[in-house]
C-alpha cells in the first residue's frame, strides 16, 4: 500500500495530497471529516492502551525491600511515586514485622547461654547512655535472602550502625561490625568508635572579658619603724658659694718673715708678665 502525504489546500478547499511525485486532490466531504475523527479515537485508544500496561509489582516490591525509596524506583521505571506508595505499604508492614521477630528473638551467648536480644541490646544501650525512643531501626533484604536489621543513633557526636544478619527461618543471627558485637556483648574491650558525625555550624563562643587586675595595699609600717622615723633629725640647708669656672685664680705673694730662713717665694703672675720678682728678706730691710 502506497503512502501519500498531505500538501496543502487549494482555493476551493479541497485537500491536495502527494504521492510518488504527483499531486491528488481529495474532495472535503462529511464522510471525509467523520473518518478524521475516527481515526484520532482509534490512536487515543492505542495511546492509553500502552500506558495501562501493568506494573511490575513484585519487581517494585523487591527494590522496596532492598532499600530503594519511592523517588529512585519512580525514576528508573518511569512510573509516578503515587502507584508505588500503594505497594510500599505492605512491604513496611513487613520490615516492621522483620524487626519485631529480631528482637523477641534470643542470642546463644558463649558462656551464660540464650538470652533475649533485645535484653542484651537493651543492657548496651544503657551502658552507652543512650534511650530506646532514640534508636531509629531499618530492614532490608536482597531476593530470598535474609534480612539485614540496622539500629542508627548518635553518641558523642559519632553515627553508631550497628547491622546484623537476621534468618527468618532458623532465627539464626550474625553481627556484620564491630558496634553489632558490642551491643550483644561479644565484645569485652573498649567501646568501639564509629566515624565521627558531620558537626553543625555552630557560632563560635564569646571572647571572656578580662577582669582588671586589682593592685594590692601597702602594708602598713610599723610602730617601731614610726618611731624611727620621727627621731631621724630633719635636714637642714646648707649655704654652698658657687664659683665661676672661667674666673682666674688671683696670685698669692709669698713672703719670708724676718730672722728665719725661708724658700725662695713662687713668682706670681704680674711678675712674670711684667717682669717683677718675689723680694727677698734682704731686699726689704735694705730697702
Same mark, same amino acid.
Given at each position: ?7 496543502? +489546500? ?13 499531486? +491528488? +486532490? ?13 481515526? %484520532?479515537?482509534?490512536?487515543? &485508544?492505542?495511546?492509553?492502551?500502552? %500506558? ?9 516490591? #523487591? ?5 530503594? =525509596? ?11 511515586? $503515587? ?5 510500599? $505499604?505492605?512491604?513496611?508492614? !513487613? ?20 538470652? @533475649? ?20 531501626? =531499618?530492614?532490608?533484604?536482597?531476593? %530470598?535472602?535474609?534480612? =539485614?536489621? =540496622?539500629? !542508627? ?6 553515627? /553508631?550502625?550497628?547491622? /546484623? ?23 569485652? @574491650? ?31 609600717? #610599723? ?23 672661667? &674666673?682666674?685664680?688671683?696670685? %698669692?705673694?709669698?713672703? &719670708? ?22 723680694? #727677698?728678706? &734682704? ?5
Amino acid at each position: 500500500m502506497r503512502k501519500a502525504d498531505f500538501d496543502h +489546500v487549494d482555493e476551493e478547499g479541497n485537500l491536495v495530497l502527494s504521492l510518488d511525485g504527483a499531486q +491528488v +486532490v481529495l474532495e472535503a466531504s462529511e464522510q471525509l471529516e467523520d473518518a478524521l475523527l475516527a481515526s %484520532r479515537k482509534i490512536k487515543a &485508544q492505542a495511546a492509553a492502551q500502552k %500506558r495501562l500496561t501493568p506494573l511490575p509489582i513484585s519487581r517494585i516490591q #523487591s527494590m522496596l525491600r532492598a532499600g530503594k =525509596t519511592s523517588g529512585e524506583i519512580a525514576e528508573e521505571l518511569q512510573v509516578g511515586e $503515587g502507584l508505588i506508595s500503594k505497594i510500599a $505499604g505492605p512491604v513496611e508492614n !513487613e520490615k516492621r514485622a522483620a524487626i519485631q521477630q529480631f528482637l523477641s528473638g534470643s542470642y546463644q551467648k558463649a558462656h551464660i547461654g540464650k538470652e @533475649g536480644v533485645s535484653e542484651i541490646i537493651s543492657r548496651a544501650l544503657s551502658r552507652l547512655g543512650v534511650k530506646k525512643n532514640a534508636v531509629h531501626w =531499618t530492614a532490608s533484604r536482597r531476593g %530470598r535472602g535474609p534480612w =539485614t536489621v =540496622t539500629a !542508627e543513633f548518635d553518641r558523642d557526636q559519632n553515627r /553508631w550502625a550497628p547491622s /546484623w544478619s537476621w534468618d527468618g527461618q532458623d532465627n539464626s543471627i550474625s553481627p556484620l561490625n564491630e558496634e553489632a558485637k558490642y551491643l550483644l556483648e561479644e565484645e569485652s @574491650g573498649p567501646v568501639p568508635a564509629p566515624e565521627p558525625a558531620k558537626k553543625s555550624a555552630l557560632p563560635p563562643l564569646p571572647a571572656q572579658k578580662k577582669l582588671p587586675v586589682q593592685k594590692e595595699a601597702a602594708p602598713e609600717p #610599723s610602730n617601731a619603724s614610726k618611731a624611727a622615723l620621727q627621731e631621724e633629725p630633719e635636714a637642714k640647708e646648707v649655704e654652698t658659694e658657687l664659683v665661676d669656672p672661667d &674666673q682666674k685664680p688671683k696670685p %698669692r705673694i709669698a713672703f &719670708q718673715p724676718k730672722g728665719k730662713m725661708q724658700r725662695k717665694g713662687v713668682p706670681s703672675w704680674d711678675d712674670i708678665l711684667f717682669g717683677g720678682g718675689v723680694t #727677698s728678706p &734682704q731686699q726689704s730691710e735694705e730697702s
